[in-house]
């Protein structure tokens, strides 16, 4: 059974920053490919950053380039986002999500596992 568990969420100025953390446990985290999602009031789940498992394919949602980063720590079985310059429409749910070896990194309905979520919430 895999759990995944994020941290890091909070209240945050707009231009500020936060760094989100995911505890993953279950299986061999090293073998599996790891994104993140939000979900806004009334929105859809939205992808926002996903990593392959060794970190060496990137992929964001294009509005956050350049101001997020998505890493892994294989052996402390981690997956991070570093986001930076923070909007008010980041306001969300942020969700770590786990899609195996298959999926679309984008699709969130291609990945098996997700974590309960951490609030995001950025003021003006």
């Known amino acids: 059974q895999v759990q995944l568990e994020e941290t890091g969420g909070g209240l945050v100025q707009a231009g500020g920053s936060l760094r989100l953390s995911c505890a993953a446990s279950?299986?061999?985290?090293?073998?599996?490919?790891m994104g993140w999602f939000r979900q806004g009031p009334g929105k859809d789940r939205e992808f926002v950053a996903a990593?392959?498992?060794?970190?060496?394919?990137?992929f964001y949602l294009d509005s956050v380039k350049g101001r997020f980063a998505i890493s892994r720590d294989n052996a402390k079985k981690m997956v991070y986002l570093q986001m930076n310059s923070l909007k008010p429409e980041g306001t969300a749910v942020y969700y770590c999500?786990?899609?195996?070896?298959?999926?679309?990194?984008?699709?969130?309905?291609?990945?098996?596992?997700w974590g309960q979520g951490t609030q995001v919430s950025v003021s003006s």
């Open positions: 999500g786990d899609r195996g070896y298959r999926g679309t990194y984008f699709q969130a309905q291609t990945y098996d596992y």
């Open positions: 279950g299986r061999t985290f090293s073998s599996y490919n």
């Open positions: 990593i392959d498992q060794s970190g060496g394919s990137i």
